[in-house]
């Protein structure tokens, strides 16, 4: 699709515009599923049983996993 009116460093930067919207629209995607994932296991590790161990790493390990994908899409870029 051609946009003509509009010069090409324009559309370039509309382009990256949409891309950058897009990252953060995923990013706060993310956070909100690992914070709904994390009331999950706060629940079930809650409660009295032989697997709250089990469950109490499964949350260690999904907030170790959270803060090491974030760290992997803010990191900068390395060349």
């Known amino acids: 699709m051609k946009i003509p009116y509009l010069k090409i460093s324009s559309q370039v930067g509309a382009g990256f515009g ?3 919207l897009m990252t953060a629209a995923l990013i706060v995607f993310v956070f909100v ?5 994390e009331k999950h296991n706060e629940k079930i590790t809650s409660m009295s049983g032989a697997n709250a161990a089990a469950m109490h790493t499964v949350n260690v390990m999904t907030r170790a ?3 090491l994908t974030m760290e992997l899409l803010l990191a900068p870029e390395q060349d």
């Open 33 to 37: 599923r690992l914070t709904i994932i």
């Open 18 to 20: 949409l891309v950058l």
């Open 65 to 67: 996993n959270a803060n």
